[in-house]
Nanobody, 113 residues
Framework: QVQLVESGGGLVQAGGSLRLSCAAS????????MGWYRQAPGKQRELVAQ???????NYADSVKGRFTISRENAKNTVYLQMNNLKPEDTAVYYC???????WGQGTQVTVSS
């Protein structure tokens, strides 16, 4: 059974940084793509960043230049480095693996103004 486990969320002031980690129970090369989504209260879940097996990345316009997705194959882990965080980045962040899709349990990120 495929499991994705997120960590690294927390409370940070605006302008601060956090790094989220997503550890997979299988080799991440098994996924066509892995990504980070987020869901704020009362809003739909949205794609934040994605990295394909070939290493191609794409980002939501709202996070371009601030967030970076990366992976470490040897640790079966995908990361999301979040810099210059804003209050509007507050949400539960979910790791995703395709195909499947597979989802983690989510990690809360709260950015105070």
């Amino acid at each position: 059974q495929v499991q994705l486990v997120e960590s690294g969320g927390g409370l940070v002031q605006a302008g601060g940084s956090l790094r989220l980690s997503c550890a997979a129970s299988i080799g991440i090369f098994n996924f066509n793509a892995m990504g980070w989504y987020r869901q704020a209260p009362g809003k739909q879940r949205e794609l934040v960043a994605q990295i394909t097996r070939g290493g191609r990345t794409n980002y939501a316009d709202s996070v371009k230049g601030r967030f970076t997705i990366s992976r470490e194959n040897a640790k079966n882990t995908v990361y999301l480095q979040m810099n210059n965080l804003k209050p509007e980045d507050t949400a539960v962040y979910y790791c995703n693996g395709l195909p499947g899709p597979f989802w983690g349990q989510g990690t809360q990120v709260t950015v105070s103004s």
